[in-house]
């Protein structure tokens, strides 16, 4: 569940699709993505599915005894209903110790791009990622979820990589009575938005599924996964009445004590200055079938320009030393849920606005010069008796270019010629199936209006993806 | 970033967390498979996430359970531990949470709830609950349905087994109703009364009776 990854791979397959080219095969890789695809999402779910006994469902389902549903709004995992909320705000600490604490995650996908055939995860069915979840319930105020990727597409090629995933760790107390409804906690985690409930930042946001374009090529804010298991942080929380969330963490770089937690794919990459801080305000309601969020996030990290060694100036080397950019981000989120089997209905949006204040000229630009990005992200769900579902989400991710950020490079991958933008806009419907619980088979489109900052062969980026995802 | 507010704020955090451990060291447990946790603590750490703190649910998937008839609601989490309730939202949220109660926890949970101060609907169609109303204490002649009073009271608040009705959810009620009607997921102990009465009421009919409970007190 590593957005950051996704992307990475999102981008490899986007530098080796522009070098290979004839558009007009492309119906042929979707005829390829729709029948291989097909094939191997169905096998691999009927042989997933058929090896699993009546009690071989996820950690935390073993745990409660609850079905999926009862967390996940519809059964749409990760997407969390409000007990699901409930039950990651109190520690992950209802119900029972399982004497398997573990479950496992894999997604199998096949991608079609418009603009480029042949690739390896280009119409033909890709293992995309595993993941194995440890954790559940440690005490009676403790839990946590500790997730173990393995992705097996990097790099462009199938040799795979393991590593630490998104990590949560809780402590939590729950006062309740008649007068008071107060739960307070400490979390620790690898990811800067991995413990919020409401799903809106990049670590467990549900506009995307493993493997997907999610909003293309791009710049992105911070918040966005750009620091997953690159810090760590920890800090503390309430939730008030049901009414009122405010949280308090400071995240710094991962490192040393913390490796386990942060070398995941291709090792520490970010390092951040000193302890920065993670402010989340959200104000909830909850009435009749629906409750609704309004939400406000801010982060601002300091990261040094070049990773530890690299530095070449004047000073002392390492992860302390050398010029450092400020990334100071400002999330506005609003959630609405409406729930009643057999119907769920949920709509989220959530806008992001990053400042980067440069140090000196780590992207290009010079001392005391400015960049922004702003990300506005959008999704509509419905799903029907937690089998049948439908999902529209709209990204528009926008950027200044004072210094070189809107380069290729930092693009993170290789735009057109001539083209030096960044921006992306577009729409991924998505259809799916769930035909048991714990499976989850679909297929996504993404339609580009704007790629690489010009509208020009946009759409050689749309994106056809085939997905089966099982968790187990 | 400012760490002198952090470690603040981490250390009052601290500070409540050892006070609440000094208050009660009980009163936070969410453990499902400890039979030394009260059916009262459980009530609230655990139940109150779905049914609220005073058992006067928001949400109309969770039933109110405010006022409810004791020796129901005890029948029905047996039922829930054994698998006898099988309707799809009984699985899905409460055989887990039901599997390792034991009889003394149930009792107690009964009894909490039977405490607590139901919270009554807002009636939106006067319509509706007069013709609910009519139905509730006549019953329908033409199909046969019984009066619901006759079993459940006058007032809705049911007795022993019979579970009280009034001021619960609308849409709950009309869910259980469909139950009956349609399958067989609670056809278990007084439950198995209910199949021929909801199949002769209307869908119409049982919007009419479940808008008419949902306003009572």
Known sequence: MNILNWNKNFNRLREAVSTQAPVDLWRTAVQKVTWQGVSVALLATVSTVASMDAAAVPLFARQTGQNCQACHAGGHFPELTPYGRMFKLTGYTLGQRTSLPIAAMAVFTSTSVNGGTGTMANGQPTFNTASLFAGGKLTDSIGMLAQYTYNNYQDGTQSGHMGSDNTDIRYAKHIINDQTDLIFGFDANNNPGVEDVWNSSGAWGYNVVPGSTGTGANQLPLLAGGLAQQAVGAGAYLYWNKTLYAELSGYRTGDGVFSFLTQQQGGQGAYLQGTNPYVRLALTHDWGTSNAMIGYTYFDANVYEQPAGLYSGPGTYGNTGGPVDEHRDNMVDFQYQYLLDPNVFTFDAAYTNEQIFYGSGGLGGAGGTSDSINEFQAKANYTYQAHYGVSLSYFNVTNTDNNGLNAAATCGGSGPAGVGQCGTEGWTPDIYFMPVQNVRIGLQYTLFNRAYGTTVNATANNTTMLYAWTVF | ?217
Request: net charge neutral; glycine share 10%; hydrophobic share 35%.
């Open chain 2, 1 to 217: 970033m400012n760490k002198a507010i952090l470690s603040a704020v981490l250390g009052a955090a601290l500070l409540a967390t050892g006070c609440s451990n000094l208050q009660s060291n009980t009163a936070s447990i969410r453990d499902l498979n400890d039979p030394s946790v009260s059916g009262h603590v459980l009530a609230e750490q655990v139940c109150s996430m779905c049914h609220g703190v005073g058992g006067n649910s928001i949400n109309p998937t969770f039933p109110r359970l405010a006022g409810q008839q004791p020796a129901y609601l005890v029948e029905q989490l047996k039922a829930f531990r054994s698998h006898d309730r099988s309707d799809v939202a009984g699985y899905q949220y409460m055989w887990g949470i039901a599997r390792s109660l034991t009889n003394k926890q149930i009792d107690e949970l009964a009894q909490y709830y039977k405490g607590q101060i139901p919270v009554p609907g807002q009636a939106k169609n006067a319509g509706l609950v007069a013709q609910g109303d009519a139905i509730f204490h006549n019953g329908v002649e033409a199909t046969g349905v019984p009066a619901c009073a006759s079993c459940h009271g006058p007032q809705g608040h049911g007795h022993d087994g019979f579970p009280r009705l009034a001021s619960q959810h609308q849409d709950y009620l009309l869910k259980q109703l469909s139950v009956f009607k349609h399958t067989n997921d609670r056809y278990t102990g007084l439950g198995t009364m209910m199949s021929p009465v909801a199949y002769n009421l209307s869908g119409d009919q049982a919007r009419e009776v479940a808008a008419y409970l949902s306003s009572q007190p």
